[in-house]
């Protein structure tokens, strides 16, 4: 019997793409669940996929204290009840059609399939050049600790076995980055070290419509996963770029419902 599979996008005020990828989503895997974890947008996105009327398709208003990307998307793992989780952005920068490769993949018999972007120019130089450094760093983090590792640890489009995660997520959770971005990051840092892994390549495309929310926190909790040293360069990133980095909740009650 084939596994059940939920998509889980993090969201926040995406009214312009987000009726679209619902709509673009539930035609292409007409079984596939799409849940969507919002971080309390101030647009008409929950009234838009309400609209919809499709038991299928949800949309989970999260807690103004527990906000967060990362937290988002672990909330949605842990709350999917599908087989299957994949994570994937609502701007269209992945290829929905993607997805069927990964899903293949896990029938196959692995714990993870990460998507991984052959061609990264449309992030831009300076994002490209980000994302090309941390990978170096993450990955060298996770090696030390013999750990898996990744052509691309910094993707946010991923595949992977609910049974696997959902337990990594809920031992680990005062450790997890849940302001971060980088999922993947923290489900390679805490996961098994025998995990069976496989990668399907795409090309990153550019953002349809709307603003991306990628900013300075982002660079800080990135190098806040990687260890003693990642947490030490964070706080110089931080006083150099004067951020307040002193984020909200943990979002504990979740582990309680």
């Known amino acids: 019997m084939p596994g059940t599979c939920t998509v889980v996008i993090p969201t926040l005020n ?13 035609e292409m895997y007409p079984d596939f669940k799409v849940m969507f974890m919002d971080d309390n947008s101030t647009d008409r996105s929950k009234e838009l996929i309400d609209g919809l009327n499709d038991p299928l398709t949800i949309m989970v208003v999260r807690k103004p204290e527990e906000r967060g990307l990362a937290a988002s998307v672990f909330q949605g793992i842990l ?34 399939c990460i998507g991984t972007r052959d061609d990264r120019t ?31 640890v910094m993707s946010g489009l991923i ?9 990594v997520i809920k031992d680990n959770w005062d450790g997890l980055e849940m302001q971060g971005w980088k999922v993947l990051l923290d489900l390679l840092k805490f996961g098994p ?42 706080k110089v990133y931080a006083k150099v770029k004067h951020l307040d980095v002193r984020f909200g909740a943990r979002c504990s009650a979740l582990l309680s419902s």
Not at 14 to 26: D, F, G, H
Not at 159 to 167: E, G, I, K, L
């Open 14 to 26: 995406e009214e312009n793409n987000i009726v679209n990828m619902a709509k673009t989503l539930r």
């Open 79 to 112: 709350e999917c009840g599908t087989d299957y989780f994949m994570t994937f952005d609502c701007d269209f920068q992945h290829p929905p059609e993607v997805l069927g490769k990964m899903y293949d993949e896990m029938e196959k018999g692995c714990d993870l």
């Open 122 to 152: 449309a992030m831009g130089f300076t994002r490209w050049f980000g994302s090309w450094v941390f990978t170096i760093f993450a990955d060298l983090y996770l090696m030390w600790h013999r750990k898996p590792v990744s052509k691309d």
């Open 159 to 167: 595949a992977a076995r609910t049974d696997v995660f959902v337990p």
């Open 193 to 234: 070290r025998d995990l069976k892994i496989s990668s399907v390549h795409y090309i990153f495309n550019k953002r349809e419509v709307g603003e991306s929310h990628i900013s300075d926190k982002v660079v800080y909790t990135t190098f806040h996963q990687c260890g003693c040293v990642g947490r030490a360069l964070a």
